[in-house]
T-cell receptor
Framework: KQEVTQIPAALSVPEGENLVLNCSFT??????LQWFRQDPGKGLTSLLL?????REQTSGRLNASLDKSSGRSTLYIAASQPGDSATYLC??????????FGTGTRLTIIP | EAGVVQSPRYKIIEKKQPVAFWCNPI?????LYWYLQNLGQGPELLIR????????DSQLPKDRFSAERLKGVDSTLKIQPAELGDSAVYLC???????????FGPGTRLTVT
C-alpha cells in the first residue's frame, strides 16, 4: 500500500526567504506526482504536476522536483510572500490510477 | 472556464438523518472523484467514475454510502443514515481521463450532531 509522508507538518519562515517542502512515498511505481495548496476552509488548488518521466516542473516562483528511485519530491518556493501561507499537499498517482495524498505541510510566511 | 462546482457548501444534520451532496465537474472531464477529508489529514478517495461507470469504489462504505453519476456528468453522493464520525469535508474532483491532473471543487463541510 502506498504511503505518502510530508515533513515537517508545519513550517514558519520570514517573508522573502526561499524554502523547500518535502514529500516522500514508499512505492516508486508511480505514474505522476501532483502538488496542491489548500487554504483554510477551501478546496485544493493544483500547483504542479510532474510526470514520472520528468525530473522537475516550474511555474513562476515554484519549482517541483521528482526522484522516483529514492521516492522523494520537493517543492521549492522562491522569495516567499505572505500570500503563500497555506497547507501544501503532495499526492502520487499509481499504476491503478489511484491518487494517494500526504497529510500536508502547513506553511506560514511571517511578514 | 468554470471549475468544479459543489453544493451545498455547508450542511449540519442530526445523526441518523440522510444527506446528499452534488457535484458538477469541469465540462468535458470524463473522470470524477469523490474524496473524504478529515481535519488535519489529506483527502482519501471514496469512489472514482469513468463516465457513468464506478471503476474504483473499494473505499466506499457501502452499508451507508451510495453514489451515482447519471449520464456521465453530474454526480451525487449520499449518506443514509449519517453517523457522528461522518463529520468531514467531502471533496469532488475531475480530470480529463484517469492519471491526468485533477481539479478540485470547494468541498462540502458536513457536521453531524
Amino acid at each position: 500500500k502506498q504511503e505518502v509522508t510530508q515533513i515537517p507538518a508545519a513550517l514558519s519562515v520570514p517573508e522573502g526567504e526561499n524554502l523547500v517542502l518535502n514529500c516522500s512515498f514508499t512505492d516508486s511505481a508511480i505514474y505522476n506526482l501532483q502538488w496542491f495548496r489548500q487554504d483554510p476552509g477551501k478546496g485544493l488548488t493544483s500547483l504542479l504536476l510532474i510526470q514520472s518521466s520528468q525530473r522537475e516542473q516550474t511555474s513562476g516562483r515554484l519549482n517541483a522536483s521528482l526522484d522516483k528511485s529514492s521516492g522523494r519530491s520537493t517543492l521549492y518556493i522562491a522569495a516567499s510572500q505572505p500570500g503563500d501561507s497555506a497547507t501544501y499537499l503532495c499526492a502520487v498517482i499509481d499504476g491503478n490510477e489511484k491518487l494517494t495524498f500526504g497529510t500536508g505541510t502547513r506553511l506560514t510566511i511571517i511578514p | 472556464e468554470a471549475g468544479v462546482v459543489q453544493s451545498p457548501r455547508y450542511k449540519i444534520i442530526e445523526k441518523k438523518q440522510p444527506v446528499a451532496f452534488w457535484c458538477n465537474p469541469i465540462s468535458g472531464h470524463n473522470t470524477l472523484y469523490w474524496y473524504l477529508q478529515n481535519l488535519g489529514q489529506g483527502p482519501e478517495l471514496l469512489i472514482r467514475y469513468e463516465n457513468e461507470e464506478a471503476v474504483d469504489d473499494s473505499q466506499l462504505p457501502k452499508d451507508r454510502f451510495s453514489a451515482e453519476r447519471l449520464k456521465g456528468v453530474d454526480s451525487t453522493l449520499k449518506i443514509q443514515p449519517a453517523e457522528l464520525g461522518d463529520s468531514a469535508v467531502y471533496l469532488c474532483a475531475s480530470s480529463l481521463v484517469g492519471r491526468d491532473e485533477q481539479y478540485f471543487g470547494p468541498g462540502t463541510r458536513l457536521t453531524v450532531t
